[in-house]
Each structure stands twice: as C-alpha cells, then as structure tokens.
C-alpha cells in the first residue's frame, strides 16, 4: 500500500497548541437570567512532533473531546493559537482549511453512527476523495486489503458488518486520501473486548507502514500504551501531566493520574 501523500515540509513541531482555552456560555435559564459559562479548557499547551504518536487520555469531562475538536478544526477556541504546519488554523474560515483536510483524518468512537448506512462501503472510502477533489481508481480495493477486509465488501452496507469490521472500514475512509495525521477518537471503546486488540494492532501497524502521525485520545491509559509513546493526562479541562507513556505509567506523579490507573481495567491480556 502506498504511503500517504507526504510529510509536511515544516521542520517545526506538526502540531502546535499554546494557551487555548474554550468556554462555553450555558442557555439562559427560563426567567431570562444570563446562562453562566462552562471553562472546557483553560491555557492548554502542548505539542506533537511529525512521526509521533501522542495520547491524550481523561475521563468524560476532561476536556479531551474539545481539544480533539479545536485540532481538527471542528470548533474554535476562545482563546490560544492552534498551528498545523506552522500554520495557523485558528479563526480560518472552512474555504481556508483544505490543506487541514488533506493531511488531517479522524477516527470516530462509533462506526455505526459515523457511516452512513444508506451508502455502499466503496462510496464510504472513496467519500473523503470525491470531497476533496481526488481520483479514487483502485485506491478503495487497496485500502480494504490494507485493513483486513476482503474485496467482496465493498458492495455491502455498514450494517451486514460486525462493529469491529465497520471500524475497520472507518479506518479505511480515514487512509483514503493518504493524510500525514490519523487522529483516533476512543476508537475501541464502542467495541467487543474480544476485537479491541486487533483494531488497536491494526492501528498501530498501519501508523508504522505508512510512517503516520497518530493523535489517540483515550479514557482508559493502557489503551494508549500500547499504541503510543507519549502522553498528555487531562482533568477539569487542564493537563496535569504529561511526558514518555512508559513513564507516565510506570510512576505516575499526578495524584489524578494515578487514580486513574487504578480505576481502569486494563487490556493487557487481550493485546
């Protein structure tokens, strides 16, 4: 399978976060008081080198999903600089962001609600190409191939798929346009024990064969160990700790880190 479509050519760091805050203003409330404000994230910085494959683990409320979200361009901070390449995507119109497209897909947590079922699984992967202006060719039957699925599939629908198969279509959709960046939104958590070990090899391979940068956001930290090689921990829309997951891991200094080592059950036995 080819590689993607080329590492960017900045030296810099791929991703670049400093000082982004969000916060959100609830509605008001039925007697026309003024909604009071939700800080989502308050001053997060980090970065995430070419090459790289970052976790970034929390519990719900952690603020892990609107910092996916301000990277991915789905949603604008209130404050902070967000940079993709040494370029600003804050405050960018959509027009603006096609070079974010190209080299920038997601993973979603739920297959089944992240395909369309009334589409057949070759327009699926051939979806993010068409969008973007790209030949599609042979690219859906080499990208079945590459995630495990048989060439058969492509005129089936997402629901004659098992939940770790449609995941593994979402991957392909993913890969189809060759980004430089694979972000991976609790990609596992929706599925049976019994397959996250397979998608979470098949991530990582993939991340390897084609030389990807790889964003994993996870609640569950031995998810992210063993499919990436650093971390950020967020509680309460703030990173309390971050460096080498082996590290992190193996003497966590955070009090909150280590509460959630022991809080979640791990995978070890299954990958």
């Given at each position: 399978m080819p590689s993607h479509a080329g590492t960017p050519p900045n030296d810099g760091p791929l991703i670049e976060v400093r000082g982004v805050s969000r916060v959100y203003r609830r509605p008001r409330?039925?007697?026309?008081?003024?909604?009071?404000?939700?800080?989502?994230?308050?001053?997060?910085?980090?970065?995430?080198?070419?090459?790289e494959r970052h976790g970034i683990v929390g519990e719900s409320g952690s603020g892990k999903s609107t910092?996916?979200?301000?990277?991915?361009?789905?949603?604008?901070p209130t404050a902070g600089s967000i940079r993709f390449d040494g370029r600003e995507i804050t405050g960018r119109p959509e027009r603006a962001l096609r070079f974010l497209r190209e080299n920038l897909q997601i993973v979603f947590q739920d297959p089944m609600s992240s395909l369309d079922p009334r589409m057949r699984v070759r327009d699926l992967v051939a979806e993010p190409l068409v969008g973007l202006g790209l030949p599609v060719g042979n690219r859906v039957?080499?990208?079945?191939?590459a995630v495990g699925l048989p060439?058969?599939?492509?005129g089936r629908y997402p629901h004659q798929f098992s939940g770790g198969q449609r995941q593994r279509i979402a991957?392909?959709?993913?890969?189809?346009?060759?980004p430089a960046v694979l972000v991976?939104?609790?990609?596992?958590?929706?599925?049976?024990?019994s397959v996250r070990g397979q998608i979470l090899n098949l991530l990582a391979d993939l991340v390897d064969e084609l030389g990807l940068t790889l964003v994993f956001v996870s609640h569950d930290?031995?998810?992210?160990?063993?499919?990436?090689?650093?971390?950020?921990?967020?509680?309460?829309?703030?990173?309390?700790?971050?460096?080498?997951?082996?590290?992190?891991?193996?003497?966590?200094?955070?009090?909150?880190?280590?509460?959630?080592?022991?809080?979640?059950?791990?995978?070890?036995?299954?990958?």
């Amino acid at each position: 399978m080819p590689s993607h479509a080329g590492t960017p050519p900045n030296d810099g760091p791929l991703i670049e976060v400093r000082g982004v805050s969000r916060v959100y203003r609830r509605p008001r409330s039925s007697f026309g008081r003024q909604g009071g404000v939700v800080h989502a994230l308050r001053d997060v910085s980090l970065t995430v080198q070419r090459g790289e494959r970052h976790g970034i683990v929390g519990e719900s409320g952690s603020g892990k999903s609107t910092l996916l979200r301000l990277l991915c361009a789905l949603d604008q901070p209130t404050a902070g600089s967000i940079r993709f390449d040494g370029r600003e995507i804050t405050g960018r119109p959509e027009r603006a962001l096609r070079f974010l497209r190209e080299n920038l897909q997601i993973v979603f947590q739920d297959p089944m609600s992240s395909l369309d079922p009334r589409m057949r699984v070759r327009d699926l992967v051939a979806e993010p190409l068409v969008g973007l202006g790209l030949p599609v060719g042979n690219r859906v039957a080499e990208l079945l191939d590459a995630v495990g699925l048989p060439a058969g599939a492509a005129g089936r629908y997402p629901h004659q798929f098992s939940g770790g198969q449609r995941q593994r279509i979402a991957i392909a959709r993913a890969l189809a346009p060759r980004p430089a960046v694979l972000v991976a939104d609790e990609p596992v958590s929706a599925l049976d024990v019994s397959v996250r070990g397979q998608i979470l090899n098949l991530l990582a391979d993939l991340v390897d064969e084609l030389g990807l940068t790889l964003v994993f956001v996870s609640h569950d930290l031995s998810v992210v160990r063993h499919v990436c090689e650093t971390v950020t921990v967020m509680s309460a829309g703030e990173i309390v700790e971050s460096g080498p997951v082996d590290d992190v891991w193996a003497a966590p200094a955070h009090p909150y880190t280590q509460a959630l080592l022991r809080a979640v059950p791990t995978l070890e036995g299954l990958l």
